[in-house]
């Protein structure tokens, strides 16, 4: 008889990384009468809510949604909105954040954002850079398939310069070639509006994450909304693809 123990499968203590896709603003506004840049402005405070909340209750790492690759095909004057928020965002945030501990990361391709926003990042970034309570990474211009696309290409360049073997190749070299290498893969994603997508988010790193899809709109979403879904991810018992009980094998 062989008994198969448990190790391999285990209840979670708290969630180390949280990502959030914050989804609903444009349904917010609309119920309300509101232009969408007014869902914006509240998603963007619910955002400064969220981070608050992350280092109170010791996330270590948390991943924000903040513009996909997709929305450029907004309308103009939304997408300019958006940026707006964001440069005010990093404008009055920064200096909080820093004070706080929390380090600023900004993944996506920067090549289309305006010449001040990229220098607001990268400012940010450096200043932020020695902090070591919250890692906020927030995603901009952001698309998952991108990413990994990007990464096989520095790697296939690699090899063809005779700097890398094809059989060097694994899981953990692709990882290293993303945007979020250092940042453990997250453990908890929290998608509010009651969508269930993923959305081109974050999709190497997603792969076994604890997927929370809540039924409130982002500018509704709330402290005690993120404590709830700490806890479900608590009751939650994460096998990666493993047993979850001893089984036994006779
Ligand atoms: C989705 O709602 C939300 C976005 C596309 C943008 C998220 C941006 C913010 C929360 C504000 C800025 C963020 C920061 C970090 C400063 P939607 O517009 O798709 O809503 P809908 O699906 O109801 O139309």
Known sequence: MTVIPLASGHRPVSPIHVAIIMDGNGRWAR????????????????????????MRIGVQYLTLFAFSSENWKRPESEVSDLMGLLRHYLRSEIGRFHDGGVRLKVIGDRSRLSPDIVTLISAGEERTAGNQKLTLTIALNYGGRAEIAIAARHIALDVAAGLLRADEVDE???ASRLETTGIPDPDLLIRTSGEQRISNFLIWQLAYTELVFLDLLWPDFSRKDFEAAIREYEGRNRRYGAVQDPVIVS
Not at 37 to 49: F, K, L, M, Q
């Open 31 to 54: 119920a309300r009468g509101l232009p969408r840049t007014a869902g914006h402005r509240r998603g963007a405070e619910a955002a400064r809510i969220a981070v608050e909340t992350a």
């Open 172 to 174: 953990r070299l692709i």
